[in-house]
């Protein structure tokens, strides 16, 4: 890799409790790589993932994200924070607030547009992810997959340059997995920085550069997901793949 | 196997609902035998009550009269009583020339209300902001004066209803404040802000008021220089806002418990800080969330204000007791339950509304659906 990378993972360590859920994690992402992370439930995907922007601590170990290093220092979480975009599973949009509202809120109060300003903004980008003719409803009116796609939008609109999505699809029902996929799709064609943890191992193949397998809190194994789906190496991911794609 | 293809049915409308009073009544009230015998019992019951009460509380009630000879009736309520007194009962001793600013007092608290529980168009919003920032001021300066060229009046002076009401509300709009600053404070990842909050709200809550309010009004002086010189009804006051802001501590916290974790990570994940999180996302949500148990503190602190009795005051049920110890008025003891029907009924109106008004405010703030 000729450029530095926008993510760097270096020998990180976390425990929840006793629990040791990130044993030596070591990553590089460079930028616009698009990186899909899977293994089994409780493998620490989703935990790796929120160290980028601290929603989880590290206890050992350097994570560095566009150059800043993580520490306890709020300047520096705050910084990262605007520069990483994180979607996840339960949606997680402000319910007391129209979709407009959820994706203006951010806009006007940390990067600091004017109301107008950011109203523009957020329906260009609602736009994009066909769901403008909702801009005025409360989230709880909407459908799961609208929901989510509100909550990239909401994302999108920080202008982050990292782009995190925590199995955003496992909460759907099936038919609108793919009207939420195929805007990540266009994300990815856009030269985003994507971290994606899922199981829709179609996705993978198609968006990924890389796959990440872990299992009991390490990287397992990594390789381009054609090599990776059709010759898993370790006999972990062998099985691991075995059960995911009986049920697909 | 050959696939089994059943025919595909056209919506249909639902089936016709029968309407009408009588349907109405049968499946509602006499739907089984049993159902029918519980309705029977209940009229009767509703029967008896309502005749006395209509018996005793208007038809061989006396209205109007000078003392206790006026209700030689014992089997009606004696509300000679209360309209001879009502004054006295609303102003308490106000200084009779300065009533009218009492008078203007609750006709702005009227509006106020009025402010909270109707629409005004476009201008809601501001109308409701000013009044709530601009009617304790006016309270203040209207009741307590010494400024502005109204005469001052000590608040010792007050009472009646007149106590009654700035206490509650004094009470209230304290504690809802304080008690938000403690709920952060008690939920704050800094150890020594959340001890000290939690042992503040669990003091408060664990000793009994009347111990408070005793202690404030008799001890402060003794603790605080110059505490004497702190208006006897201010320390009251304070001591009604010192423990009920710890209730409402708890009722915040309960409803911040209510919102989900995922509300705090999306709004880290966008780079909200904590104050702004709390402002804009979190306690909009939690407070909503509180409303029910909010009114339910909001009654007792009403309620509650009785208490002052034990220190002296005559508030609204003080004065009430201090009228029916004049010998013009003593007498039979229907005069007594007169007088108290009349509180319980003036209490009751008070909170009822209270309540009503809560139940709006969950169904206008709720938008889930």
Not at chain 1, 66 to 83: P, V
Request: net charge negative.
């Amino acid at each position: 890799m000729s450029e530095e990378p926008v993510i760097l993972f270096d020998k990180v360590n976390k425990w929840f409790g006793d629990f040791h859920v990130l044993r030596d994690i070591d990553l590089a992402v460079a930028k616009g790589e698009r990186i899909v992370i899977c293994g089994p439930s409780g493998s620490g995907k989703s935990t790796m993932i929120r160290c980028i922007n601290r929603l989880e601590e590290h206890q050992q170990g350097t994570i560095i994200v566009d150059g800043i290093e993580l520490t306890d220092d709020i300047k520096n979480i705050d910084s990262i924070r605007s520069e990483v975009g994180m979607v996840f599973q339960s949606f997680n949009l402000f319910p007391h607030m129209t979709v407009l509202d959820n994706l203006v809120i951010g806009q006007h109060l940390v990067r600091r547009l004017p109301k107008g300003e950011a109203e523009e903004v957020a329906m260009t980008y609602l736009e994009r992810v066909k769901i403008a003719d909702q801009a005025n409803k409360h989230p709880g009116q909407l459908s799961g997959g609208q929901q989510q796609r509100v909550a990239i939008a909401r994302s999108l609109c920080m202008k982050p340059k990292i782009m995190l999505f925590d199995e955003v699809t496992s909460a759907l029902d099936p038919e609108m997995v793919k009207e939420v996929l195929d805007v990540m799709v266009d994300l990815a064609e856009e030269g985003m920085t994507m971290l994606v943890v899922t199981h829709e191992m179609g996705f993978a193949r198609t968006v990924a550069n890389r796959v990440i397998f872990m299992d009991e809190g390490q990287i397992i194994e990594e390789n381009t997901p054609g090599a990776f789906f059709d010759n898993p190496a370790s006999e972990r991911a062998q099985s691991f793949i075995g059960q995911v794609l009986h049920h697909q | 196997m050959e696939p089994i293809l059943k025919p595909f049915k056209e919506q249909q409308a639902p089936p016709l609902q029968s309407s009408g009073f009588v349907v109405w009544l049968r499946s509602n009230f006499f739907s089984t035998w049993i159902n029918s015998l519980m309705t029977i019992g209940l009229l009767w019951v509703i029967y008896q009550i309502g005749s006395f009460v209509i018996n005793w509380g208007f038809i061989d009630a006396v209205w109007f009269g000078e003392s206790a000879k006026a209700c030689p009736n014992v089997h009606g309520a004696c509300w000679a009583f209360v309209t001879d007194r009502w004054r006295l009962f609303v102003y308490g001793l106000y200084p009779s020339e300065l009533r009218w600013r009492v008078d203007v007092f609750y006709g702005l608290g009227a509006l106020t209300i009025a402010a909270f529980v109707f629409s005004f168009g476009p201008i809601t919003k501001r109308l409701r902001l000013t009044m709530f920032i601009g009617f304790p001021i006016a309270a203040y300066i209207l009741l307590v004066g010494g400024m502005v060229g109204l005469k001052y009046v000590t608040p010792e002076d007050f009472g009646g209803l007149l106590l009654t009401v700035v206490i509650a509300a004094v009470g209230i709009f304290a504690s809802i404040p304080l008690g938000l600053i403690l709920m952060l404070g008690r939920t704050s990842e800094l150890k020594v802000i959340s001890k000290v909050c939690a042992y503040y709200i669990e003091f408060w809550r664990g000793v009994p008021h009347i111990a408070v309010i005793v202690m404030f009004v008799a001890l402060l002086p003794i603790f605080i220089p110059d505490g004497n010189k702190i208006d006897i009804v201010v320390r009251a006051l304070i001591a009604f806002a010192a423990f009920n802001s710890a209730y409402m501590a708890e009722v915040f916290r309960g409803g911040l418990q209510s919102i989900p974790a995922g509300q705090f990570e999306a709004s880290k994940a966008i780079g909200l800080s904590y104050w702004k999180m709390m402002g804009y996302i979190i306690l909009p949500q939690a407070i909503r969330n509180s409303v029910p148990a909010l009114v339910n503190t909001c009654i007792s602190i009403f309620k509650e204000t009785t208490i002052v009795l034990l220190i002296g005051f005559s508030d609204f049920l003080g004065i009430i007791q201090l009228s029916l110890e004049d010998p013009k008025w003593l007498g039979p003891p229907h005069i007594f339950s007169s007088a108290y029907v009349f509180a319980a009924l003036i209490y009751f109106s008070f909170t009822f509304g209270m309540s009503k008004y809560s139940l709006r405010l969950e169904n206008r703030t709720n938008v889930d659906h």
